[in-house]
Protein backbone atom coordinates (compact mmCIF):
# COMPACT_ATOMS: atom_id res chain seq x y z
CA UNK A 1 0.00 0.00 0.00
CA UNK A 2 1.53 3.55 -0.57
CA UNK A 3 2.97 5.23 2.21
CA UNK A 4 1.27 8.64 1.25
CA UNK A 5 -2.34 7.47 1.67
CA UNK A 6 -2.91 7.80 5.07
CA UNK A 7 -1.83 11.24 4.28
CA UNK A 8 -5.55 11.58 2.76
CA UNK A 9 -6.87 11.54 6.20
CA UNK A 10 -6.34 14.93 6.70
CA UNK A 11 -8.94 16.22 3.52
CA UNK A 12 -12.06 15.31 5.93
CA UNK A 13 -10.21 17.59 8.79
CA UNK A 14 -9.67 20.15 6.31
CA UNK A 15 -12.54 20.58 5.24
CA UNK A 16 -14.23 20.91 8.63
CA UNK A 17 -11.87 23.73 9.01
CA UNK A 18 -13.07 25.50 6.12
CA UNK A 19 -16.82 25.23 6.79
CA UNK A 20 -15.65 26.75 10.56
CA UNK A 21 -14.06 29.37 8.95
CA UNK A 22 -17.22 30.20 6.67
CA UNK A 23 -19.35 30.28 9.93
CA UNK A 24 -16.86 33.26 10.82
CA UNK A 25 -16.43 35.33 8.01
CA UNK A 26 -17.94 38.41 9.29
CA UNK A 27 -15.27 38.70 11.57
CA UNK A 28 -12.87 36.10 10.86
CA UNK A 29 -9.93 35.19 13.24
CA UNK A 30 -6.22 36.16 12.20
CA UNK A 31 -5.23 32.89 10.03
CA UNK A 32 -2.08 32.21 12.27
CA UNK A 33 -3.52 32.39 15.21
CA UNK A 34 -6.05 29.69 13.75
CA UNK A 35 -3.09 27.25 11.84
CA UNK A 36 -1.63 27.52 15.55
CA UNK A 37 -4.43 25.75 17.32
CA UNK A 38 -5.28 23.14 14.90
CA UNK A 39 -1.83 22.48 14.91
CA UNK A 40 -1.43 22.63 18.73
CA UNK A 41 -4.36 20.61 18.86
CA UNK A 42 -2.73 17.82 16.91
CA UNK A 43 0.60 17.95 18.68
CA UNK A 44 -1.42 17.30 22.38
CA UNK A 45 -2.50 14.21 20.99
CA UNK A 46 1.25 12.69 21.81
CA UNK A 47 1.16 13.77 25.82
CA UNK A 48 -2.78 12.41 25.43
CA UNK A 49 -1.27 9.40 24.37
CA UNK A 50 1.37 9.24 27.20
CA UNK A 51 -1.55 9.84 29.97
CA UNK A 52 -3.89 7.38 27.91
CA UNK A 53 -1.50 4.74 28.81
CA UNK A 54 -1.00 5.91 32.54
CA UNK A 55 -4.83 5.93 32.72
CA UNK A 56 -5.40 2.29 30.79
CA UNK A 57 -2.87 1.03 33.31
CA UNK A 58 -5.06 2.26 36.33
CA UNK A 59 -8.16 1.29 35.37
CA UNK A 60 -9.71 -2.36 35.18
CA UNK A 61 -8.00 -4.57 32.96
CA UNK A 62 -10.76 -7.65 31.82
CA UNK A 63 -13.17 -6.40 28.75
CA UNK A 64 -16.79 -5.75 30.03
CA UNK A 65 -19.34 -3.25 30.25
CA UNK A 66 -17.03 -0.96 33.05
CA UNK A 67 -13.88 -1.61 31.21
CA UNK A 68 -15.90 0.38 28.18
CA UNK A 69 -17.24 2.62 29.99
CA UNK A 70 -13.58 3.84 31.45
CA UNK A 71 -11.90 3.53 28.66
CA UNK A 72 -14.88 5.63 26.65
CA UNK A 73 -15.08 8.20 29.34
CA UNK A 74 -12.16 8.56 31.25
CA UNK A 75 -9.16 7.14 28.94
CA UNK A 76 -10.72 8.80 25.47
CA UNK A 77 -12.84 11.77 26.02
CA UNK A 78 -11.43 13.15 29.42
CA UNK A 79 -7.77 12.78 28.55
CA UNK A 80 -8.77 14.41 25.18
CA UNK A 81 -10.83 17.30 25.71
CA UNK A 82 -8.81 18.17 28.70
CA UNK A 83 -5.74 18.25 26.02
CA UNK A 84 -7.62 20.30 23.63
CA UNK A 85 -9.13 22.72 26.78
CA UNK A 86 -5.38 23.30 27.51
CA UNK A 87 -4.75 24.47 23.66
CA UNK A 88 -7.18 26.83 23.45
CA UNK A 89 -6.11 28.11 27.28
CA UNK A 90 -2.73 28.30 26.29
CA UNK A 91 -3.25 30.00 22.63
CA UNK A 92 -6.41 31.67 21.96
CA UNK A 93 -8.48 32.31 25.08
CA UNK A 94 -5.76 35.31 26.77
CA UNK A 95 -5.86 36.67 22.91
CA UNK A 96 -6.68 39.92 21.74
CA UNK A 97 -8.83 38.70 19.21
CA UNK A 98 -10.66 36.34 21.22
CA UNK A 99 -13.33 38.83 21.44
CA UNK A 100 -16.52 37.32 20.98
CA UNK A 101 -18.82 34.76 21.76
CA UNK A 102 -18.20 33.01 17.94
CA UNK A 103 -14.51 32.47 19.26
CA UNK A 104 -14.90 30.34 21.65
CA UNK A 105 -16.48 27.96 18.91
CA UNK A 106 -14.61 28.58 16.39
CA UNK A 107 -11.09 27.91 18.16
CA UNK A 108 -12.45 25.08 19.98
CA UNK A 109 -13.73 23.74 16.45
CA UNK A 110 -10.01 24.19 15.14
CA UNK A 111 -8.19 22.45 18.12
CA UNK A 112 -10.60 19.66 17.91
CA UNK A 113 -10.39 19.58 14.04
CA UNK A 114 -6.31 19.45 14.37
CA UNK A 115 -6.48 16.47 16.99
CA UNK A 116 -9.07 14.63 14.38
CA UNK A 117 -6.63 15.43 11.76
CA UNK A 118 -3.72 13.85 13.04
CA UNK A 119 -5.67 10.77 14.75
CA UNK A 120 -6.83 10.34 11.31
CA UNK A 121 -3.94 9.30 9.42
CA UNK A 122 -2.81 7.64 12.59
CA UNK A 123 -5.94 5.45 12.13
CA UNK A 124 -5.40 4.75 8.24
CA UNK A 125 -1.45 4.38 8.51
CA UNK A 126 -2.69 1.43 10.57
CA UNK A 127 -4.68 -0.09 7.92
CA UNK A 128 -3.97 -3.56 6.18
CA UNK A 129 -5.35 -3.02 2.99
CA UNK A 130 -6.78 -0.41 0.70
CA UNK A 131 -10.23 -1.45 1.03
CA UNK A 132 -9.99 -1.21 4.94
CA UNK A 133 -8.30 2.22 4.58
CA UNK A 134 -11.00 3.37 2.38
CA UNK A 135 -13.49 1.87 4.85
CA UNK A 136 -11.84 3.49 8.09
CA UNK A 137 -11.22 6.89 5.70
CA UNK A 138 -15.11 6.77 5.07
CA UNK A 139 -16.21 5.96 8.88
CA UNK A 140 -14.09 8.59 10.20
CA UNK A 141 -14.75 11.36 7.77
CA UNK A 142 -18.63 11.09 8.35
CA UNK A 143 -18.27 10.56 12.15
CA UNK A 144 -15.23 10.62 13.95
CA UNK A 145 -13.96 13.75 12.19
CA UNK A 146 -16.92 16.12 12.82
CA UNK A 147 -17.37 14.76 16.22
CA UNK A 148 -14.24 15.93 17.39
CA UNK A 149 -15.22 19.80 15.82
CA UNK A 150 -18.41 19.30 18.03
CA UNK A 151 -17.02 18.36 21.69
CA UNK A 152 -14.90 20.63 21.40
CA UNK A 153 -16.73 23.76 19.72
CA UNK A 154 -19.49 23.53 21.88
CA UNK A 155 -17.01 23.24 25.14
CA UNK A 156 -15.04 26.09 23.90
CA UNK A 157 -18.55 28.25 22.71
CA UNK A 158 -19.83 27.39 26.56
CA UNK A 159 -17.07 28.67 28.06
CA UNK A 160 -17.02 32.27 26.09
CA UNK A 161 -20.44 32.49 26.55
CA UNK A 162 -19.79 32.30 30.10
CA UNK A 163 -16.64 34.84 29.69
CA UNK A 164 -18.64 37.53 27.88
CA UNK A 165 -21.85 36.98 29.95
CA UNK A 166 -21.34 35.59 32.91
CA UNK A 167 -24.19 33.05 32.00
CA UNK A 168 -23.73 29.46 31.36
CA UNK A 169 -21.64 26.40 32.08
CA UNK A 170 -18.26 27.47 31.35
CA UNK A 171 -15.07 26.47 31.30
CA UNK A 172 -15.42 23.60 33.40
CA UNK A 173 -19.32 23.37 32.30
CA UNK A 174 -18.01 22.95 28.92
CA UNK A 175 -15.53 20.38 29.76
CA UNK A 176 -18.11 18.26 31.59
CA UNK A 177 -20.56 18.49 28.36
CA UNK A 178 -17.84 17.46 25.72
CA UNK A 179 -16.60 14.67 28.08
CA UNK A 180 -20.33 13.26 27.73
CA UNK A 181 -20.58 13.48 24.31
CA UNK A 182 -16.94 11.96 23.58
CA UNK A 183 -17.48 9.27 25.84
CA UNK A 184 -21.12 8.30 24.42
CA UNK A 185 -19.78 8.57 21.37
CA UNK A 186 -17.16 6.26 21.98
CA UNK A 187 -19.15 4.13 24.32
CA UNK A 188 -20.96 3.76 21.99
CA UNK A 189 -18.59 1.72 19.80
CA UNK A 190 -16.58 0.17 22.40
CA UNK A 191 -19.32 -1.77 23.75
CA UNK A 192 -20.80 -3.51 20.97
CA UNK A 193 -17.73 -5.62 20.16
CA UNK A 194 -18.33 -6.86 23.81
CA UNK A 195 -21.84 -7.32 23.83
CA UNK A 196 -21.43 -9.00 20.21
CA UNK A 197 -18.89 -11.75 22.00
CA UNK A 198 -20.86 -12.18 25.18
CA UNK A 199 -23.98 -12.96 22.83
CA UNK A 200 -26.14 -10.16 23.82
CA UNK A 201 -27.24 -9.27 20.38
CA UNK A 202 -30.35 -7.02 21.70
CA UNK A 203 -27.61 -4.52 22.84
CA UNK A 204 -25.56 -4.37 19.42
CA UNK A 205 -28.13 -1.95 17.45
CA UNK A 206 -28.60 0.47 20.41
CA UNK A 207 -24.91 0.77 20.72
CA UNK A 208 -24.24 1.16 17.11
CA UNK A 209 -26.96 4.20 17.13
CA UNK A 210 -25.19 5.93 19.90
CA UNK A 211 -22.71 7.37 17.90
CA UNK A 212 -24.96 8.76 15.08
CA UNK A 213 -26.93 10.11 17.45
CA UNK A 214 -24.01 12.54 18.87
CA UNK A 215 -22.76 13.32 15.47
CA UNK A 216 -26.46 14.48 14.19
CA UNK A 217 -27.95 15.85 17.47
CA UNK A 218 -24.65 17.13 18.08
CA UNK A 219 -24.23 18.88 14.97
CA UNK A 220 -28.10 20.56 14.77
CA UNK A 221 -27.00 21.63 18.50
CA UNK A 222 -23.76 23.22 17.26
CA UNK A 223 -25.12 24.54 14.60
CA UNK A 224 -27.72 26.46 16.96
CA UNK A 225 -25.02 27.85 18.69
CA UNK A 226 -23.29 29.23 16.12
CA UNK A 227 -26.50 31.45 15.67
CA UNK A 228 -26.74 32.07 19.34
CA UNK A 229 -23.42 33.41 19.03
CA UNK A 230 -23.91 35.17 15.78
CA UNK A 231 -27.36 37.23 17.33
CA UNK A 232 -25.54 37.89 20.63
CA UNK A 233 -22.24 39.15 19.19
CA UNK A 234 -24.47 41.68 16.65
CA UNK A 235 -26.48 42.54 19.61
CA UNK A 236 -23.17 43.44 21.32
CA UNK A 237 -22.30 45.90 18.12
CA UNK A 238 -19.53 43.21 16.75
CA UNK A 239 -21.58 41.57 13.46
CA UNK A 240 -23.12 43.99 10.98
Keep these: MNLFLPLLGAIPALIGMFIVRRWDRARPEPMK???????????????????QGVATYFGPSAPGYWYSFYTSFIVAALVEESGKLMVIMRHAWKKPEFDERLDGLVYGA????????????????????????????????LFSVPAHAIFTGLMGYYAAKHRFDGK??????????????????????????????QGHDALVLPALLLPIIVVIGGGIWMRKAVKQAVAADAAAGLHD
Design 33 to 51: TLVKVALMGALVAIPVVIV
Design 110 to 141: YAGLGFALLENIGYLAGAQNLGSLLIIFTLRA
Design 168 to 197: GPGIKGGLLLAVVLHGTFNFGLFVTDYART
